[in-house]
């Protein structure tokens, strides 16, 4: 694995999994096989079917037979599924639940009982987590624990205390602490989460256990037990697995499938559960489902790698699906051939599916249909095991929670520094080595994201794999416990506002849930839950982690300072002096820097004047008008807005604004969304170009009130740029706009509700939005200088003085850098928004696909990928201020100087290329090795207009 900084880990890794899951049965969900049709996902999450197809079961919009394994849709998202008789159910990463095939007792749970030829999705629930499909009937379980069934229920087998068949999912009593369910032909059986073992269904052959053959239409608890991992329902007996390894198994053993002798037939059932074998109990199962008659389980050797397992089989083998090379049934448990480097297996009616742990796939038995894969359909049977197809891409690991956790914890990451890893190569694939599987992203950049058998991130810098201290298998454990917490107290915490939500802090990683009633539930990072009751958190004293305390080895990504060294400190001073009242850097007066990482000490850096005229020297707590960055607190409270239903992104301002139809008569309100204004894409051209009279008019008079009619008139005095949606080009003008939504939204000035939604919140009590009618800067703040009144001179005057009508909400906020600090670090991590418009806002708009460079546009926060920073900057007049997030290694850095750079343009027209790309060379350590070349400082040789502020 790359440098060997993961020698050590895998050594651990290797000795704490071993003896882990020996004795941990393995739900299938990879491969699975139906009774005359076969199914399977492979490592990129693609889906892939074959075999019988007489009810569309196989999903590929047709009724003909597949002698190969062929994939089914482009999708690369699924997750798990689950092969009935003649249907097919199938969870995809994103909770969503679909199905496909016969549908005569309403088993697709779609509300009819009409066959579907590909994959439907089954209501709008994002929430589950497991689906096992029968002969009739489906059953699942959503992730708060709550049972679902559907479909046939002659026998009970739906547990709903009924005989009725159900067409869509209807949930089974109340608990909220089921782990694991299994559908067989005429029953069904399930695990709780404190190991007790639950039945009901047909019980004709005595497969529910319970020590007759009386049905039940309800779940019944049967055994003393609580130690059950799993279990599987066939079509007339059940196997069972408990923690320490061992294989249950009662009901009917007419072909052996009790794994007893034959005597114990019909005419003596086993109708209570009795242990298989306890020759291998030590060694321990990893149990697959006999779904008819046949038994098959991969044991684990001693010595053996992890995922490496021996074969066993009994039962029913007049087809081969034993694939011992006979046709003799089996009333013992057998090993089948001397290889043990099996890693997955599934049973269907006559015939066999199993994952080698190279990632190949094998099949046996009858061969009727095409269901072995093996591009024959001939009715003869396979007794010994043939390779279906040529891939080498099939689950080995299957655990469709591990990798569900595995995957989100790697788009997490990888959206978070996108602009370092590059365009994605592919999905995300698992794969195995003797150590165990791991979960890998590759971009096509030569960088990587790996979720590791150890719980941990790395990422690779394209030559060697670092870790990033982040557990991804926590998403799992905390989730479950924030659950569990909450289903126990439903009724005081109230509805769910969203799922749980992951943060950092400086303990490290939490995990929260947020309720509607104002409640919340935390998983915190000393391994407690906490509740939040509105005004306070409290401790419940409940362990979610119990190895929150302990030492954790794995090195940081790239050794990088929590603050900065004293020589980086230096080095940044210097710039920051040396930029500062020199001719050969624009005669810049003054300027403010602030670098902070995560919740430690800000860094401050300052040189100059805040005060020309009287060589005041500033200060980092003076004021700055920081222009173009008040778009993103601009388009914060809009999104806040839309997660409070107030609006919607797709709602147009013919909607919000009518009265502009009379006004803007050049342009189609109907067609220009919210969303449109927010990314710059509707086509609105900007009023504050130079030639403009809003423009001029500012410049003679900065005292003046302009009222929004004067605007649009401006702008309508433009033809539209491009038709909306089409292009995009940066404007002014679309977050006037936003201004003016967000009064029509609320009722309130926008001045106000940035106050109370941001400022106040965030604790910046230095910054301010001020009114219409107030030019002025109040407290100690940095007086403003420019050229613009005689370009050709070099004299800087004092343009301090400026009403907000002007800027309004496309620039008019007044801030410091230790609260633009604050607001960074917010805008960057979502701190406001849920995680849904989180994400919205940093969706980006490729604009080298327009022309406009290497940046990327989200809603109000931009990335420069030549830098690996994002957030925004702004140039006012007298001001140009920028807020960066520098992306690999996690600094917040806020900047300002006094004077407004983009007026002449000597060398620099704004505090990036000024200061901060220079800045980034300093923070990035010696030790890492970024695939960021920096780039040579570019200096316009023309003048930049002055179109954004």
């Known amino acids: 694995m790359g440098t060997g900084k993961l020698s050590k880990a895998v050594v651990a890794i290797v000795i704490l999994l071993m003896s882990v899951f020996c004795y941990s049965p393995i739900s299938s969900a990879d491969i699975s096989a139906g009774c005359l049709h076969s199914t399977g996902i492979q490592n990129d ?15 590929d919009g047709t009724t003909n037979p597949i002698g190969v394994p062929e994939q089914i849709g482009k999708s690369t998202s699924w997750l798990s599924v689950s092969a009935g008789c003649g249907h097919t159910m199938g969870i995809r990463y994103d909770g969503t639940l679909w199905a496909w095939g016969g549908n005569s007792s309403g088993q697709l749970g779609d509300g009819t009982v009409i066959d579907r030829l590909t994959p439907i999705q089954i209501g709008t629930s994002t929430n589950w987590v497991k689906v096992s499909a029968g002969s009739l009937h489906t059953v699942g379980i959503q992730n708060d ?19 009725t068949h159900k067409y869509s999912p209807v949930q089974i009593g109340t608990s909220t602490n089921w782990a694991k369910v299994s559908a067989g032909s005429l029953h069904t059986a399930g695990v709780q989460n404190d190991g007790t073992l639950w039945v009901w269904g047909g ?15 309800l779940p019944v608890q049967i055994t003393a037990y609580t130690n059950w991992s799993s279990v599987l329902a066939g079509v007339s007996s059940t196997l069972g697995i408990q923690n320490d390894g061992t294989l249950w198994a009662w009901g009917d053993n007419l072909f052996g499938q009790l794994a007893k002798d034959q005597s114990v037939a019909k005419t003596n059932l086993v109708t209570s559960a009795s242990q298989i074998s306890s020759t291998y109990a030590s060694t321990g199962f990893v149990g697959q489902q006999p779904f008819q008659q046949t038994g098959m389980a991969l044991l684990a050797q001693a010595g053996q790698p992890l995922y490496s397992y021996a074969l066993y089989g009994w039962g029913r083998n007049k087809e081969g699906q034993i694939g011992d090379n006979t046709t003799s049934n089996g009333y013992s448990l057998k090993q089948i051939g001397t290889a043990t480097n099996w890693s997955n297996i599934a049973g269907g009616l006559y015939h066999t599916l199993g994952v080698k742990n190279d990632g190949t796939l094998w099949a046996w038995g009858t061969d009727s249909s095409g269901q072995l894969g093996d591009n024959t359909t001939t009715g003869n049977s396979q007794n010994l095991p043939v390779q279906a197809g040529t891939s080498a891409k099939w689950m080995v690991n299957n655990d469709p929670e591990a990798r569900k956790a595995a995957n989100a914890m790697i788009n997490e990451l990888y959206n978070k520094y996108i602009s370092y890893f590059g365009a994605k190569s592919g999905s995300v694939t698992t794969l195995a080595t003797a150590a165990g599987t791991y979960y890998v992203q590759t971009c096509t950049n030569g960088t990587g994201l790996l979720a590791w058998t150890d719980g941990y991130m790395y990422y690779s810098n394209g030559s060697g794999w670092n870790c990033f201290g982040i557990s991804w298998k926590d998403i799992v454990t905390a989730s479950a416990k924030i659950n569990e917490v909450y289903s126990q107290y439903i009724s005081y915490f109230g509805t769910k506002f969203e799922g749980v939500t992951r943060g950092t802090a400086s303990g490290g990683a939490y995990y929260f849930q947020w309720f509607t009633n104002g409640t919340a539930l935390v998983a915190w990072p000393d391994g407690y839950i906490y509740y939040w009751n509105g005004s306070s958190w409290n401790n419940m004293w409940i362990v979610w982690n119990p190895n929150a305390n302990a030492v954790f080895t794995c090195p940081a990504p790239s050794a990088v300072a929590d603050t900065l060294t004293s020589s980086q400190a230096a080095q940044i001073q210097a710039m920051i002096t040396g930029r ?16 902070k990482r995560g919740n430690n000490t800000a860094w401050y850096g300052k040189a100059g004047y805040s005060d020309l005229t009287n060589k005041t020297p500033i200060q980092y707590t003076d004021k700055f008008r ?50 449109n204004l927010l990314t710059h894409t509707t086509g609105i051209h900007t009023y504050t170009d130079f030639s403009d009279p809003i423009f001029q008019g500012t410049v003679a008079n900065p005292y003046r009130v302009w009222q929004s009619s004067e605007v649009m008139s401006v702008i309508n005095s433009h033809s539209p740029d491009f038709t909306p949606g089409t292009n995009w080009v940066y404007s002014n003008s679309n977050y006037y706009l936003l201004g003016l939504i967000i009064q029509a939204v609320t009722g309130n000035p926008y001045e106000q509700e940035v106050k109370t939604r941001i400022l106040d919140v965030l604790g910046m009590t230095s910054s301010e939005v001020v009114s219409p009618g107030n030019p002025y800067i109040s407290g100690s703040y940095a007086h403003g200088y420019s050229t613009y009144n005689n370009i050709s001179s070099s004299k800087l005057e004092d343009v301090s003085i400026g009403d907000p009508s002007y800027p309004f909400s496309a620039g008019s906020v007044i801030s410091t850098i230790p609260d633009l600090l604050k607001w960074i670090n917010a805008l960057y991590y979502g701190t406001l928004l849920n995680s849904t418009y989180h994400q919205l806002q940093m969706t980006f708009i490729n604009l080298d696909d327009f022309g406009q460079g290497s940046y990327k546009y989200g809603m109000g926060f931009m990335v420069e990928e030549d830098y690996f920073i994002g957030g925004h900057r702004g140039q006012i007049f007298g001001y140009d201020c920028s807020i960066q997030h520098y992306i690999p290694y996690d600094y917040d850095m806020a900047v300002c100087v006094n004077r407004s750079l983009f007026d002449d343009g000597v060398q620099y027209n704004s505090t990036n290329a000024l200061i901060l790309f220079d800045t ?19 200096r316009p040789a023309v003048r930049t207009p002055l179109t954004e502020y």
């Open 626 to 675: 920081v222009g173009s960055v008040s778009k993103t607190f601009t388009a914060t409270v809009v999104l806040q807005l839309a997660q409070e239903g107030k609006l919607l992104l797709s709602d147009t301002l013919a909607k919000w604004l009518p009265n502009l139809a009379t006004v803007l008569t050049n342009y189609d309100l109907n067609a220009i969304t919210i969303t």
């Open 580 to 595: 500062t009242d020199n001719a050969s850097y624009d005669n810049v007066p003054g300027m403010v820097m602030g670098i």
């Open 203 to 217: 019980n004709s052959f005595g497969q529910l256990g319970i020590g007759t053959y009386t049905n039940s239409n």
């Open 45 to 59: 999450g693609t889906l892939w079917a074959w075999g019988w197809n007489a009810s569309g079961q196989l999903g």
């Open 145 to 163: 624990g709550t049972l679902w069934a559907w479909g046939g229920n002659s026998s009970g087998q739906l547990g709903d205390g009924t005989t």
């Open 920 to 938: 980034l060379s300093v923070l990035t350590p010696s030790t890492a090795k970024p695939l960021m070349k920096r780039p040579e400082v570019k």
